[in-house]
């Protein structure tokens, strides 16, 4: 796509990109951050997703540790997609001609289209089976597809680091 | 000492395992991915304890309930980034055992293993005792900002024993 691969030539030679690529201890420095967020976000998903398949916190509503859980994993998905847009805008044409970052950004979207279906279909009868050790097929389903969403995530993300040029 | 270490590196590094593990080019990504995985069960487990030890979260659940819950994650963890650390050490045997920032890192993981066990033993044997006194709760903040930031500067160590020159 031109357009993509223009506006990444655009970015990279914005003065927040060149400085990232110019800098010896930025790159380092947001990437370490992104690492401390998206451990966060993949690990508090997790503690839901275990849930939803009642392997963890089974005597634990969904509900309530839905509610305790999503704002720690929304506010370091938000720093870990600040962090993400920072090192992208250093070498964007490079991460978006890598097919591991490809990959990784589809399945970031699957991941989210999963957690829009369950939360506007599936969870709208929590009311229901919120206390339930083992929540319906649905929920289960859904939990087991986020789970592999993220580790994907996670595995194409690092992968990012050994193909990029 | 340290070159009694650069010599256990060069030896461990020739052995036929270390040269599989070199040679084989998705080992290394992959191992880092499990031990990032792992790395998520860890943080997340200990942010839910000491949030909810902080008071910033989770009031409806007891502090002992959420230690039962998410600490032995916590253990179990530990052991699976052990494994895979050691996997990693395998193939780079220079790059971590002569990094400063690798040793930084065992030595942090020895106070939060040891925060963590001290946490874990007195909660089991006073369930209540963090809300019987003021001192008592500003005892569990301490624990908990302590907890933590040990465990954030590990996290960060692991990223940047990638970035600094050494021997």
Known sequence: MPVLQSFCEWLQNTAVGSFISGSTWAFPTIETIHVFALVIVVGTIAIVDLRLLSVASRNRSVSQLSNDVLPITWSAFCLAAVTGGLMFSSKAVSYLNNWPFRLKMVLLVLAGLNMVYFHFMTYRTVHKWDDAARPPSAARFAGALSLTFWIGVVVFGRWIGFTVR | ?167
């Open chain 2, 1 to 167: 000492m340290l070159a009694q270490v650069a010599q256990f590196c060069d030896w461990l590094s020739q052995t036929p395992i270390s040269m599989t593990f070199q040679s084989v080019v998705w080992v290394i990504p992959m191992v880092q991915s499990v031990h990032i995985l792992a790395i998520a069960i860890v943080m997340s487990s200990v942010i839910m304890v000491d949030l909810r030890l902080m008071g910033l979260m989770g009031h409806t659940q007891s502090i002992s309930g959420l230690a039962r819950r998410f600490l032995p994650w916590v253990w179990w963890s530990l052991l699976v980034l052990l494994v895979t650390g050691a996997v990693l050490i395998t193939a780079e045997p220079r790059r971590d055992l002569l990094n400063p920032v690798f040793q930084a890192k065992m030595a942090l993981l020895v106070v939060a293993m040891a925060v963590t066990a001290i946490f874990q033993t007195t909660v089991a044997r006073n369930m209540e005792m963090w809300d019987l006194s003021p001192q008592k709760r500003a005892g569990a903040w301490v624990t908990a900002i302590l907890s933590l930031l040990v465990w954030t500067a590990i996290v960060g160590c692991g990223r940047w024993i990638a970035y600094v020159e050494h021997g």
